[in-house]
């Protein structure tokens, strides 16, 4: 198995995962600065698995990254939002060019493997119904959701023309143990939860907006039921949380969950509001019917152990 | 006046309107060898047009170019769609890293400039519903489809979010004088025409199909309208055709227009099958209402005065 981003967030807990299933498991991951790849996420199973630091853009490596494996877990990217309308290039690098030339590597050198792309419901910009299934326009509204529908649609694309075996998770907020907590650049909940833990207040940008959470066990679970699952193939995804919840009801959750907090209710800063999507929370029958999968871990018990993670190693993620 | 593919097709005819309204031009091109860049384009007004031969991804050059600018027509560009999927990187250099070097260019340079960027129905995809209108979905099926709607999307969220003056038409089937002819990389109709003028037979590939086709006089006159009109700031309009024609109907008018000609009716070659989209007509309702655009053109005219072009300068294309 080779998975990208495999030092990050999700892409940590999964190559944990696969490892416990007896795959032999290669991560490539360029430790960006900005992104979520980390040493520390590997720290328990490092002796089990294959870790090559390196650009995935650099198309000289991927050929042999690529050969021979069975299995590709596609979850490099980057994921803040105001971060792509910053700096247009570096999101365009890593979540548009880089998946055409994982594709063609793919095409050319192992077009038998199976592969699970790592895709956002950011692609679907401001919802136009709740909630959002699969079939809701595709209208994306910031730099990141546009290469990433980009990295999607070439996924979809070689798929159905080239024939390889891809599947696509449009992933709603992710949260749980090793997720970026410096900055809202994974989610803004890991800011959240760092400011509770550090005793200051944190900040919640007007607070009525409905959002959905997926625990990183249960996405690490759809990553494998879709390697695994032949009518997978060639088809997309949504995961979801277990409840849809607005921003004022997950502080009161969290100050509730930790015993204690606080938070300022503010208005959304100008550059932030011009690319928010509003509310948003997913239909995940589509994943229930075909791949069995449903969100298992309440949004409290979610919150309740990414607090403890961090109690122990907040200092590994500053 | 910046024309990006300005040597090209239809960007040499917007070169030689706005010279004859006065516009101070310069034009920017490659001269790639797959796509329209033909000096032979501007022969007769070459002396009162700046021509820069260069690469619009080299982000050195950009700056110089777009600053002072009052307008950039923006339509370099890959047109190819079998060409997209067997060298997808071509595609994506031109279609969606250099508009998105474009729009950063023009937002740290020069962001009161007005842009009209040539867009494409291909980024539909198949057609769910004929005539398709600007609302149609957006579900592009071969790399070109992709990278053509990142292009776009970039300009309407450059327009959206950072106050950029950008337009997008969203061109169908252009036809006319200095179209490539070469190949089908511009439009199928070009081989036919050639085949046509060297008294080969041409082929016509299922022939059921419906298009539409817009005489290259009436697409410029489009993009000098959308620059010129402020309701057309950060809005999309299909251009579209006088009337939907099936591919053997368009092969028997073409055969009677140029008082002869044989062509083969034949299956869909496989690749190209894989990423046709069937039938498509335009809906140009809105370019009509807000622009005030419509095709002037009759199709037997386009297709004659093309004959007559190709006729005396067929050998400058080949």
């Known amino acids: ?13 999964l190559a944990e995962r696969l490892v416990g299933l007896g795959a032999e498991v290669t991560i490539v991951d360029n430790l960006a600065a900005n992104c979520g790849g980390n040493r520390h996420n590997i720290g328990t199973f490092a002796n089990r698995v294959s870790v090559r630091i390196a650009d995935i853009v650099e198309s000289t490596l991927l050929p042999e990254l690529i050969a021979d494996r069975d299995y590709l877990f596609n979850l490099a990217g980057q994921t803040g939002h105001l971060a792509s309308m910053e700096d247009p290039f570096t999101d365009f690098e890593v979540n548009s060019r880089a998946q055409l030339a994982i594709l063609e590597a793919c095409r050319r050198q192992n077009p038998n493997i199976r592969i699970v792309h790592a895709s956002t419901r950011q692609i679907y910009g401001r919802p136009e119904y709740l909630p959002v299934d699969e079939r809701h326009p ?4 910031d730099v990141n959701g546009i290469n990433k529908l980009a990295g999607e649609s070439y996924h979809m694309l070689y798929s159905r023309v080239h024939g390889l075996q891809a599947t696509a998770l449009r992933l709603t907020n992710t949260i749980g ?5 410096r900055d809202a650049r994974q989610t803004f909940l890991g800011v959240w939860i760092r400011c509770v833990l550090e005793g200051v207040p944190f900040e919640v940008w007007e607070g009525s907006q409905l959002r959905d959470f997926t625990y990183v066990t249960d996405a690490v679970d759809a990553f494998v039921r879709a390697a695994t699952c032949d009518a997978a193939v060639g088809e997309i995804f949504n995961l979801g949380g277990d409840c849809a919840i607005s921003l004022h009801d997950l502080a009161e959750l969290l100050v509730k969950t930790h015993g204690g907090g606080e938070y300022l209710i503010r208005s959304f800063p100008r550059t932030s509001r011009a690319i928010d999507i509003g509310d948003y929370y997913a239909s995940f029958d589509r994943a229930r019917s075909i791949l069995g999968w449903q969100p298992a871990t309440p949004l409290d018990q979610a919150l309740s152990e990414t607090l403890g993670y961090y109690r122990c190693y907040l200092d590994r993620y500053l």
Chains 1, 2 share one sequence.
């Open 177 to 181: 143990p090793r997720m970026r907590v």
């Open 1 to 13: 198995v080779l998975i990208t981003g495999g030092l990050g967030f999700i892409g940590s807990h």
């Open 138 to 141: 595709l209208k994306p509204i």
